[in-house]
């Protein structure tokens, strides 16, 4: 089962530039670990040190906002998972 | 009642269907509020007073620097170390003598946010800094006022409408802030965005179209496309949320 993660361009120095990577996993929270195995410099900025998401991380899922404590949620073959960092400038 | 010269000024947009003569005068009854006047708020404010806003106030506490140049187009060299407000109304005023200025030259903090936005149709968050945006999203909700959020980074920027009691709300989407650091961005991602914002509030005031509520818009300039993403009210938002109500 292949999923998609997209980074905003702010995390995607963190992934050889890359934006979109293929991930595996059967819940998000599971894609995200696989996130992590192929690029470690990802996960301080999207856990904290207590393994949970940063704050000011966003998860979307099959286009829908997923709350820290949803990650279990299933994905299925083809899903997108957007994972935004949270911008401020004006 | 639109005079003979406004008919005349903004004919076409009044002509677009169902925006029309009444959607003109909703825009010259209206007031919206500017919080920033940089790079989202320099786009934002010319086209709204464009438009035929009838009253623009404009906050920021900033003044004009060098390196604001590349993007916050209501300010000129001639502008350097002058006051961000008083720039930017100067310019609006020779664009639109017909709209009313107002100009706050003050910072928002936790006790005067609801002063400066109480009583106005729409609030423009055209800010550059996170802790002041949440602000200002809780004064929205707390008065009952649209919020029009836009941010960027580089060649990314975001927009989100936030409908008070109707729609996801800016705490909703993030909850926490990061560590603050100078941020990169070329002057065209806010204009984007900037204009977006604008047209969400003419839309908001006059009735027209669908408001991007519940929707992030993100726009990607490096490779030039738009994705949009749903975000659904959090139940326990601190500030929209069944916790909020309890706080309050």
């Not at chain 2, 919020?147 to 989407?173: Q, W």
Request: charge should be positive; charged fraction near 20%.
């Amino acid at each position: 089962m292949s999923i998609a993660i997209n980074l905003p361009a702010y995390l995607r120095p963190y992934a050889n530039d890359n934006e979109s990577i293929a991930v595996k996993g059967k819940t998000i929270q599971e894609c995200l670990n696989d996130l992590i195995k192929k690029y470690p410099g990802l996960k301080k900025m999207v856990f904290d040190q207590d393994g949970q998401l940063h704050t000011y991380v966003s998860i979307f899922a099959a286009n829908e906002i997923v709350y820290a404590d949803q990650l279990e949620k299933t994905v299925k073959d083809g899903d997108t998972i957007h994972i935004l960092y949270i911008i401020g400038g004006g | 009642m639109l005079t003979p010269e406004e008919k005349q000024r903004y004919d076409r947009q009044i002509i677009i269907p169902d925006f029309g003569e009444a959607g003109q005068e909703k825009l010259k009854q209206a007031r919206v509020v500017i919080a920033g006047s940089g790079g989202l708020g320099s786009p934002a404010a010319i086209y709204l007073a464009a438009a035929g806003l009838g009253t623009i106030r404009i906050i920021d506490h900033d003044k004009v620097e060098l390196s604001n140049l590349n993007r916050q187009v209501l300010h000129w060299d001639r502008d350097i170390g002058r006051s961000k407000v008083q720039s930017a109304a100067e310019k609006l005023t020779q664009l639109n003598k017909n709209v009313r200025l107002e100009t706050i030259e003050a910072t928002i903090t936790g006790k005067n946010a609801v002063g400066m936005v109480a009583g106005f149709d729409v609030i423009i968050d055209a800010l550059d800094n996170l802790p002041t945006r949440f602000l200002l999203n809780k004064a929205a909700i707390e008065y009952g006022i649209p919020f029009v959020h836009g941010a960027v980074y580089g060649l990314e920027g975001r927009a989100i409408t936030i409908i008070p009691g109707k729609s996801a709300c800016l705490r909703c989407l993030y909850q926490g802030v990061p560590p603050q650091e100078k941020f990169p961005v070329l002057g065209t991602t806010p204009a984007v965005i900037g204009c977006i914002q604008a047209t969400e509030a003419i839309k908001l005031i006059t009735g027209i179209g669908t408001p991007l509520a519940n929707r992030l818009l993100i726009y990607d300039g490096l490779n030039m496309k738009f994705t949009e993403l749903t975000v659904n009210r959090k139940k326990n938002c601190e500030h929209c949320g069944t916790k909020a109500r309890k706080q309050s």
